[in-house]
């Protein structure tokens, strides 16, 4: 039996006319709030400061150190909410659940724009990113194809966005 309370994002509500599971709310909450720091507030410029050069960053004042584990701290809180999201789909704890997250969501990420070399990118590109990548693992699902040719064709997608993301930094 599972714990309603780790369940319960899981469940559905009606918004007007669509049906949201609770865990797609917490995630445009998220999104939001992620968004809304990065993009409006000093500690985000900071962030993106620092993915860019580190050493340029704290030769102009900003302690790289600590806006460093602010990142990580908040991407810890993030991978937990994200963790719970997860429960919230899968009826059983299965140790071999999700096991492709991770590279599904590097695979957004970049396709979505940011760079692996740090200081580009943004959470719009992300979420389109993101979008892209669960339509295609749901068409692959959908046509059958193998869950490790899955992981093939998904590692292939980011070989090729990142050999782009390459090109394109040579270019400039």
């Known amino acids: 039996m599972r714990d309603p ?20 709310l917490i995630m445009f909450i998220l999104y939001a709030s992620v968004w809304y720091l990065l993009n409006q507030t000093k500690w985000g410029r900071h962030v993106y400061a620092i993915g860019n050069n580190v050493e340029a960053a704290r030769l102009v004042g900003i302690p790289v150190r600590r806006h460093l584990l602010s990142v990580y701290v908040l991407a810890g809180l993030i991978y937990g909410i994200a963790a719970w999201l997860a429960l919230g789909r899968i009826p059983n704890a299965d140790p071999n659940a999700m096991q492709s997250a991770n590279l599904d969501s590097i695979t957004a990420v970049v396709i979505g724009g940011t760079s692996l070399f740090g200081g580009r990118g943004g959470l719009v590109g992300t979420l389109i990113g993101a979008l892209i990548v669960g339509v295609l693992r749901n068409g692959l699902t959908l046509a059958g194809i193998d869950p490790l040719w899955q992981d093939l064709i998904t590692g292939i997608l980011v070989i090729i966005a990142v050999a782009l993301d390459q090109l394109s930094r040579r270019r400039r």
Request: net charge positive.
């Open 5 to 24: 309370f780790l369940a319960w994002t899981g469940n559905t509500m009606k918004l007007g006319g669509f049906v949201l599971t609770y865990g797609v």
